[in-house]
């Protein structure tokens, strides 16, 4: 079955070639697609479009249909377009012509912009619980860690001091970066676009503030060309955000491949969190956390597809839109997961006691030294090149750390500072 039939079998390769993956990538969507249909039917009967038996069956019917998403026997049989024909063909099935109204005043078009905007909307929470979870164990590990030093790099050569509670909660930090973020995205899509039809409204007197309080948007798209314009312009706006979260994940994954390696010796992880080589008996590989790291940065890369895609389409709906689906509820699926292992390693990480007297850290301190030179009357540039030649001379003795004071340093991490910020996002 399809919406769009008038009696006539299309070319079965055009078929395949325009339905795709429809099938597969709508099972995602089923459960929003039967929300959204609910809301229409009650409307529907409420505005006398319909009865109010009808309506009623119409429920009926669908709330079946939910039962089957919940349970997982929802399927989506070969001779279906997609989930909006399959919905709509069960619903005939059982109520014959009633089952026929459910389209009525709406078009594929708004059921497939709200079905999106609702799954969009549930999943941007979920991920948002994701990174709570995942900022509650970055900054109880900074806690908990928060005077063990950690060598500071720039240029990947040794810097300056730093301590693990340091490194735990600028990620955590971060994080509320990419929350403001996921916040704007939110209410990008809590705007209800049904109504909008195929994207210029409908002769029919719908009440569309009945659907938008049963679906619990925010708001409406008003205008139902803006409406239809969303389509697109969401996605463009979600793979944006989802990639600054997954840039501040694929950067602590990497941090985490780096100081897990012999040569820096920083961390350890449980032995059933790696893996082995299938020669070298030695190894303990941080397969997952390169894993993280490539799959966001394949995230990264999505917010350039959604712009290709859509960057001179004009307004109305056009077929390309097809395409934004399936990488689009990809990504999220795969933010989803990945904040989720990420925790769950994260949470077992193991600090090694660092031998700060190791001779690779001997110039570790050296602006400990230049600053205690001024604490004693010398300026800043005579006591940096007092520094500097004794370390040309080979003279240069460490002397012990100075303890760093200020907000957001090692000795005043402000651990509470930032979770009340978190806490307003």
């Known amino acids: 079955m399809k919406l769009w039939e008038k009696g006539f079998e299309i070319d079965k390769q055009i078929e395949q070639f325009t339905v795709g993956n429809d099938r597969e990538i709508d099972l995602h969507i089923a459960k929003y697609d039967i929300a959204a249909s609910l809301a229409h039917a009650k409307m529907l009967g409420k505005t006398g479009i319909i009865s109010q038996t009808e309506s009623e069956q119409l429920q009926e019917g669908l709330l079946a249909l939910a039962k089957q998403v919940d349970s997982k026997t929802f399927v989506i049989e070969a001779q279906y377009e997609d989930v909006h024909s399959k919905i709509e063909a069960e619903l005939i099935q059982k109520y014959g012509d009633v089952g026929k109204k459910i389209h009525t005043a709406r078009s594929r078009n708004d059921q497939v912009l709200v079905a999106l905007q609702l799954y969009y909307k549930e999943n941007l929470l979920a991920i948002k619980t994701l990174t709570k979870s995942f900022f509650e164990t970055l900054l109880n590990l900074a806690e908990t860690h928060k005077d063990t030093l950690l060598p500071g790099y720039t240029h990947l050569q040794v810097a300056m001091p730093s301590s693990f509670g340091l490194w735990f909660s600028a990620y955590a930090e971060v994080l509320i970066d990419d929350v403001q973020l996921l916040n704007a995205a939110l209410r990008t899509v809590d705007q209800n676009p049904l109504g909008s039809a195929a994207g210029y409204g409908s002769s029919f007197s719908i009440d569309r503030e009945f659907t938008t309080k049963e679906m619990g948007f925010q708001t ?179 002397g012990p750390p100075k303890k760093h004071t200020h907000m957001g340093s090692t000795g005043n991490l402000c651990l509470q500072e930032i979770r009340r910020k978190w806490d307003k996002v």
């Open 220 to 398: 409406l798209k008003y205008n139902v060309v803006a409406a239809q314009m969303g389509r697109g312009k969401n996605e463009r706006t979600l793979a944006a955000v989802l990639g600054s979260l997954a840039n501040t994940l694929s950067r602590f994954a990497m941090d985490i491949c780096l100081y897990l390696s012999q040569n820096f010796g920083f961390i350890s992880f449980p032995d059933t969190l790696t893996t082995g080589s299938s020669i070298m008996p030695h190894k303990k590989n941080p397969d997952v956390f390169e894993l993280i790291r490539g799959k966001c940065n394949k995230i990264q890369a999505l917010q350039t597809e959604m712009i290709l895609i859509t960057n001179n389409l004009p307004s109305g709906y056009h077929r390309d839109f097809q395409l934004l689906k399936e990488n689009m509820i990809g990504a999220i699926e795969e933010m989803k997961a990945t904040l989720s292992i990420f925790n769950h390693c994260m949470q077992q990480i193991q600090v090694v006691d660092i031998d700060m007297n190791d001779e690779k850290y001997k110039y570790l301190f050296t602006v400990d030294a230049i600053n205690s030179l001024v604490e004693s009357g010398t300026s800043f540039r005579e006591a940096y090149k007092k520094v500097g030649t004794q370390i040309e001379e080979g003279t240069y003795r460490s």
